[in-house]
């Protein structure tokens, strides 16, 4: 694993976990623990120590296995995996950034439960960072806006050592650090990280300011204790070697031949934690429930926010609201879907990185949240798209939020590293794409979106949608809102699209199975040709299929808003909906680079594999031939250019 | 457009570039002029006025025809289309960041060129930033690299109009934005940006700045000048409207039934600035041709380094440098090649956002670029991957250097932005990424790539390359020191790969076609099945073929090392390395999300469309079947239950 900061940051941290941290070992998912986040995620071996001193459920066993196949001791700490482990950090920054989402969320619990002689949400938020993390700008996103929320449940503890692999942070890290974070409105104390006193007073002061989130600078060594390598980068990530380390467990006077040991002192320093902690929260759960009886109504929105039931009707009001703006541009009705998600659900909070009025994503009569007034839906995450991807993942870790995060989908490259993130730990974080292709227009390349719902769908466990009408943007937050596995990305339009007919009984249950035929080919017997679209393309392709059919020409629209869940059917299903046989084109506003699985070799791919142009959305789509007339002359030539029929080609595996 | 910035900045930005900015208007490409970048790139109007006004051949036409297709006056600024545009912008925070890229290439050209009495390289850099752009956090990654550089080239002025799309930065940006670029080694001015005296004098006192880079923050209300709108959000990206333009002439004292016309005053003020930018050109001229005669051998160099050519010998230069480190780790290949490409081609300079001794990307003997030693070629950026992006783009727009930047394949995430911009402007960037799959090992799912190979192929514009042994990695390291056509991205593993047989005369030229056949199937006629494969499982399909050999089943193998060439190759050559009636599975540790358009959609895609684990790389390459045997056994059973050959399938398009 990596050595030295596990050595390094030992000291702090032991006197975090031992003297302020808040939790039950027994119960891992007690609601008012404190929440650790172990941004710098290397020294996960740190994190496990603590873990298995402090009496969870990580053995030994786990612990020798560290970084092995089946071990919940892996390299990175994953939620999930190690109880106590609350965020999948590794990825520097990620958890100082996840850890603000989970103040934020605290605070906002806060403000809707708490009541008078009533503080039932009383967590705090701690992370150690280390020098790494301070230098990511996802970090400083983060911090900015901690700082302007004034979170002041945030503790974070910087193992400043200095040392990064290529050496001394003196090459390329010369910042002041704490003045940085004064100047955005954090509370910063520096301390010797090996005076145990004075991290705990320092830790003890972080918590006190509640009006302002703390960074306690603890000054350490990477290495620590390593007779001869400790200040070395060489630490970083490298074993220290047999001999190093037995001269190591002998400075500390500890047996040279013995591994895997807790000695003595150690064990008992953590004794009194489990005991300590576990009369905390039976403290609390005597506190909730007198709450509870207190204040009934608060209870039962409590559970509600908790849980996953929505209500029985959900997909009928969401479909009836997404009709009130059928023909518009999707990302207007997603703003009435919106309306009538927080109407029907609780728990629906989310914003954008400053495109709010453009991403359609404000909630109205929501009430904003800001410094003070954490009551509100509507979040305001500035110009950090990247930061609000991350707070808005540890926001749905908390558990009692559906969160969501919106801006232009080409702006989804800001945030790839949150979105991974989100898919890793199977986090019901909402994203919201806007402006979802070239027809973004006069703003050009920099502002088209070409590669980017392929770099979504890419993701292992991200589902992408991408709705063409009102059914199927309903039928996307209805997915999202169940918190149905992970996250999800809606791609919206700027631009108006046409309604179109549906066939009969075509409804949210249909769309969620990811493709559908939403058009048949008219007449009987096999489709001359398949047109699998998504989302604007959906119309245009149907506008297609009727100019063929007057030629003479038969064609089946298949719309496929999320070709994660159409992967996820029955072959009965994949193979009614695209005949193996047939011959595919598929259509759709950007690369083309995934569609070939569906259009096969000899399919044709109609998208767009280059970047877009600064012009009217209208002209670019007669240059670009997203037209019916256009498609439809393509489709033409296509078949006619074609060999005999493709036979005997096998059903989907 | 988006008014409320082209109003409100008109102001400072006039300042600068009518009284200190150095250009001839009718030299864009003059080698000493200043780079001006345009980072809020939303106020790409204000930048064409100043492109018009100052004499560029941006004539009123454009002007007229903003954002219309065909309009060097595109939405936002992009290079090579109008002259004086330096780095196209809109993404916000890039701007700044490549600005911090060219002022490292001038420090760095200044290191190499300037001698006593002859400063040639003196150019200076210049940016307009928005309150967005001081929210990225790219921004902020940057800003620090360049105050801990020392880059006193920048003078960076600093629109601080406090109001975003949202409102009032209030909403989510409180900061005290001079202190944390203090905080992080700026000089820091604050001024009336309608003060004209104020503004000259504090951008005078920037440039003076020249040992730490400086930042001008400007005063200003957005849509200044408007009397309804002015300091209001709408007017960010909305028409004023017919009445308030009208009003807001009026009150500028112009006639307001008139547009496109440019007050006396205003050509007056720009009257001098083209004959004045001549003149100092034309002295540069003088001064540069004196240079040449004086340091004959700095005059050959800077020709080299500005140059595209490289030496006969190249290729085999590096394919003899790669072949010592033969059956090792491509990333170890790749450093053998680097260290012979810095020796042959002038100009290698770059360096890991602090990885480094993984990455394998130092430069032995090339010096470090460091605070006041610009002469070195190993930079170190940090860990800072998406600055280090845009920074090496920003050294490749110089011109002058053949930039790469290095991280984890993994950490592409982090860079997403940078690198779309690299593609959309054709920049010579050469992205080195590491540990590129699930054999990264322990340090589990965090650290191992899996959509990120997909990811960067679907960049338009975007060369991918995944070398699968010593002469496929020499010759991806030739297509990018050639420049050859925009950036590349060269995966590499962290696991030795064994060294194959090639077939005779299969080099670099093979290579560089982007797939061939690398292993032909044994016998005559027609194969059984194509496996095509890239990097270190290609080696893993030639085992399986043998293994298949052994049975009676003829598989021939084709390394793929560059999709994106192989596209590009006649429909011949792509058919003749991979028939079109042939059964095609392929073969990569990662996503398959692209390769069901080569393998057909009755094909078969091996790959790894899941998140890692964390375990040692050989045990992960059992369970994930990325080994020979399993491959063999695949493949098998995939020919198996294959229905009868599909037949008359068509030829590539």
Redo the contacts between chains.
Sequence with gaps: ?HPGMCLGAADPLFVLWSRLLRFDPARPDWADRDRFVLSA??GSMLLYSMLHLAGYDLPMDDVKRF?????RA???P?RGLAPGVEV?????GQGFAHGVGLALARRMLAARFNRPGHEVVSWRVFALCG???M???????AA??A??LGLGEITYLYDSNRV???GS?D??????????F????WHVAAVDGYDHEAVAAALAAGVAEVSRPSLVVAGTEIGHGAPTLHGSARTH?SPLGAEEIRRTKEAAGWAADQSFVVPEDVGAAFAGVASGGAARRADWEKRFAAWREAHPDLAAAWDAQHGDAVPGDLDERLVAAAREAAGKATRVVSNRVLQAAFKAVPGVVGG?A?????NETVISGGG?V??GAFGGANL?????E??MGSIANGIALSGAFRPYAATFL??S??M??AL??A??MKAATTFVYTHDSYAV???????QP??HL??L?????MKVFRPADAVETAAAWSWALRRSGGPCCIALTRQAVPAFARPDGCGVAEVLRGGYVVAPEPGDGAPDAVIVATGSEVAIAIGARDLLAAKGVRVRVVSMPCLELFREQPATWRDEVVP?DAR?ATLEAG?????????????L?IGL???G????AE??AR?FGFTADAVAERILTWIR????P?????A?P
């Excluded at 999948?88 to 520097?92: A, E, I």
């Excluded at 230098?135 to 996103?141: A, F, K, L, R, S």
């Excluded at 227009?441 to 502002?447: S, Y």
């Design positions: 694993g995620g290397h970084r092995q196949r089946g071990s892996a390299g990175h994953e999948t950090t590794g990825p520097l020098d790494g993390d230098m990511e700008g996802v970090t400083c996103e900015s806006l700082g302007h990064t692999i290529e942070t090459v390329a890290f010369g910042e002041d650090v704490a003045r940085r004064e100047a955005m409105g990530g954008s400053d495109l709010g009025p453009s904003d800001a410094r305001h995450f500035g110009v950090r990247h930061a080409v702006f490259d800001y790839k590293p991974r993130l898919a890793l227009g006069e703003d050009g390349p920099t502002h070409i590669e392929w770099m769908r890419s993701i292992p466990g193996p595919v690369a083309t680079v995934g569609w070939g699985a569906i259009a096969s070799r000899d399919g791919c594999d280059r970047f142009e600064s012009a009217p002209v670019l240059e250019d074609w060999p005999p493709r036979r005997g080609a096998r989907s």
